[in-house]
């Protein structure tokens, strides 16, 4: 993931650890102040950055019922199936009609978590099996004092 600072990378693969320990424990995530006009009854979960795969940058904004990447806006509802590789810090969605959309960055991982609560209420699609290595652990050794 090149042209990302490692601190956004590791900032964004930590709140989607939290966002998805919320979710699993039947939290929601938390609506922000709307920088585009909403629908009735729609929030806006986020905005930032992506690479939008054979378009570039360009901006994402989640709400609880469409992914728009800069020009494009998708429905939630037309997400047939979604793939998340958060060690990649990418996302493939199938869009009904549309076809596959690609896209990668710092903040996809949460974006992933935050589509999956909304269509399936879950941090994950069904049948998903997220890996996340443990932390290594440092071993201290103790020296025995006589």
């Known amino acids: 993931m090149s042209g990302y600072d ?3 990378l590791a900032a964004g693969f930590r ?3 939290m966002l998805a320990g919320l979710v ?18 729609e929030k806006q979960y986020g905005w930032f ?4 795969a054979g378009a570039g940058r360009r901006l994402a904004v989640i ?4 992914l728009i990447l800069g020009t494009q806006e998708y429905s939630l509802r037309s997400v047939a199936r979604l793939r998340p590789r958060p060690d990649e810090w990418a996302l493939s969605l199938d869009v009904r009609g549309r076809g596959p959309v690609e896209i990668s ?3 996809v991982p949460w974006l992933s978590v935050v589509i999956c609560a909304e269509l399936h ?7 998903y099996a997220l890996v996340i290595p443990a932390p290594r652990q440092r071993v201290r050794r103790m ?4």
């Not at 699993?24 to 609506?31: I, L, Q, T, V």
């Not at 950055?49 to 939008?52: A, G, I």
């Not at 709400?63 to 469409?66: A, L, P, Q």
């Open 6 to 8: 490692p601190a956004q």
């Open 24 to 41: 699993e424990r039947g939290g929601r995530p938390a609506a922000v102040s709307p920088t585009i006009p909403l629908r009735a009854g």
């Open 63 to 66: 709400t609880s019922r469409r």
């Open 143 to 146: 020296e025995c004092v006589q």
């Open 49 to 52: 950055p992506v690479h939008v």
């Open 15 to 17: 709140s989607m650890s």
């Open 105 to 107: 960055g710092p903040w």
């Open 121 to 127: 209420g879950a941090a994950w699609p069904p049948g």
